[in-house]
């Protein structure tokens, strides 16, 4: 009975790891992947490259702020940290958390910074100095120019703080708080257009937790206050994040709510290796999928009895892998430095393949966090090192934009417990006038794919830039002075409607060049388009 078991298995390794029908030579994977500009996704929208930044740990004392230090300006912003977020090309940035958010009094953090109060900080067991506060932030986006989106105390705030936060940001003059502004230094408002109606608030863990129904009243109340204040602003609901517990039906309650206040419905993913399995971690993304498409069936469901249909999207705010520095506190207080890997790097990749695979609901998305606290980027108080996850999300955010294109992948899969047949190719595709930019994830942690890239119509032309992630193995990590996993770029000349490229094991790649046709074809006719 066991020995019929195993050869069964073996079979099916066998029958698994059989070449694909075209792209490989004999004794290598093969796959194929056809790009079809008429099949669209839709339009993506840049938000997903965002960040965030909360005051935890040295996120931001440390991190992109550190005052009378040799790499700091004047105002105590890093410089050497803004340098290497500016080539993340950061979209939007969130603050002040993540659980900070829930028992931040924003007022504390305005003023002449040395009359500012030092407050107990409860969310992560600290001290908050509140030398970092609104007008540095919204600073700081400027000098990056990076839409800021913040996110407000729906926990232990009151409705009044968060209409309050808006006039001081968005209001031009004559009125208490944004005189108070002008009387801080800044004439002209900031006009903050994306506001947070919490974070996180169906977790116990959370300062202020509330049942689904309390939060919406509470937050629909504030969403009015908010919105009467300043109308063009955009708001983000706390969606559930906490998958032990029924997060459908919180966000189902939510969404009844809030549906007419609402622009997005913010939900959050943190992924890791528990297991120490790496062919299961490497379908975190399929999970992601799953959620989104969860989500995304919920709001249509909401949203099918409105008249107007204003949309809703998904704003997936909080993102990325983290499951090692959790729980543990350093210097008596919780800091979540992950140190980061090639494997991690790749599932950054496959993540930002399904925020890609899913533009037309998925509207913003931020990795967390910016520096320090589950980071791309890692200082001390010298200098700092790009984590393996920089590089990923760095070719995304300068290269992948325009048109998300429905992809077809045949690849040779893998099986896990829980999924029958994951594609060890994971892959997205966009579009922008003329140039096309493929990413491919090879998740064969042993063996190259070879595949051929097709076009369903239109030409490949010119030279085109590769850009491989990619380490010595998959536990490859970074550190100060040694850089293990790193971009490597090169070139391939492609001629017509086949590019053929071999995939090396445990890699990310990015293919961009020219699709060009000749003749009236246009693009994007039949767009999935919400709008
Ligand atoms: O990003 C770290 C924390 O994770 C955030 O403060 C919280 O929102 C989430 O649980």
């Known amino acids: 009975m066991k020995q019929s078991a195993g050869l069964v298995l073996t079979m099916l390794a066998t029958l698994l790891l059989m070449p694909a029908p075209a792209g490989g030579q004999a004794g290598t994977l093969g796959a194929r992947i056809k790009i079809d500009t008429d099949r669209v996704v839709g339009p993506i929208d840049n938000l997903i490259y965002g960040n965030f930044i909360e005051h ?8 992109v702020f550190q005052e ?13 940290v803004l340098e290497a977020v500016k080539g993340l090309q950061v979209s939007i940035l969130r603050w002040p958390g993540g659980n ?3 028992g931040y009094h924003w007022e504390d953090g305005i003023g002449p910074r040395d009359q500012r109060p030092a407050r107990l900080e409860l969310a992560w067991g600290t001290t908050e100095s509140n030398r970092f506060g609104t007008d540095e932030f919204l600073n700081y986006c400027e000098m990056l120019g990076t839409q800021p989106y913040i996110c407000v105390n729906l926990g232990t705030g009151s409705w009044d703080e968060a209409k309050f936060w808006v006039e001081y940001c968005n209001l031009q003059g004559g009125t208490r708080y944004s005189d108070l502004r002008k009387k801080n230094g800044r004439e002209k408002p900031w006009g903050v257009t994306y506001w947070g109606l919490g974070n996180e608030m169906d977790g116990p863990w959370q300062m202020g937790h509330r049942s689904a129904e309390e939060y919406s009243k509470f937050a629909l109340e504030a969403a009015k206050l908010m919105k009467w204040t300043d109308p063009n602003i955009k708001l983000i609901a706390a969606g559930s994040s906490n998958y032990r517990a029924d997060w459908v039906g919180w966000n189902r309650t939510v969404l009844q709510y809030l549906k007419n206040h609402l622009d997005y419905l913010a939900l959050h993913l943190y992924v890791g290796n528990r297991n120490n399995d790496y062919y299961e971690f490497l379908t975190s993304s399929l999970d992601l999928n799953d959620k989104t498409r969860i989500a995304e069936g919920l709001i249509n469901a909401a949203l099918a009895d409105n008249p107007q249909r204003k949309p809703v999207y998904i704003a997936w705010d909080e993102w990325n892998v983290w499951y090692r520095a959790r729980g543990e506190k350093e210097r008596g207080r919780q800091i979540l430095e992950e140190k980061y890997n090639l494997e991690d790097a790749l599932v950054v990749a496959t993540l930002l393949n399904t925020f890609v695979n899913n533009a037309h609901i998925v509207k913003m998305a931020n ?11 890692f200082t001390n108080d010298k200098g700092l090192y790009l984590q393996t996850i920089y590089y990923p999300l760095q070719l995304f955010a300068n290269n992948s934009k325009g048109t998300a294109l429905d992809v077809f992948v045949d690849s040779p899969t893998y099986k896990t417990q829980k999924y029958s047949a994951v594609p060890y190719l994971d892959v997205s595709a966009v579009y922008d006038n003329g140039t096309v930019i493929v990413n491919v994830v090879n998740r064969h942690r042993d063996q190259p ?12 032309s010119g030279t085109f830039e590769i850009a491989e992630v990619n380490g010595p193995d998959i536990k490859a990590e970074n550190t100060f002075g040694s850089t293990k996993v790193l971009i490597a770029r090169k ?13 090396p094991a445990h890699s990310f790649t990015m293919l961009k060049g020219s699709l060009g046709f000749t003749g009236d074809v246009s693009t994007g006719e039949r767009e999935r388009s919400r709008e």
């Open 449 to 460: 794919i070879a595949a051929e890239i097709q076009s369903q119509k239109g030409t490949f």
């Open 491 to 503: 070139t391939l000349s492609a001629q017509g409607d086949r590019i053929k490229y071999q995939f």
């Open 68 to 80: 009378n230090s040799p790499v700091s300006d004047t105002n105590g912003y890093r410089k050497d």
């Open 367 to 377: 990795m967390a966090q910016l520096v320090n606290v589950i980071a791309p980027i």
């Open 56 to 63: 935890l740990g040295r996120c931001i004392e440390g991190g």
């Open 100 to 102: 900070f958010a829930s």
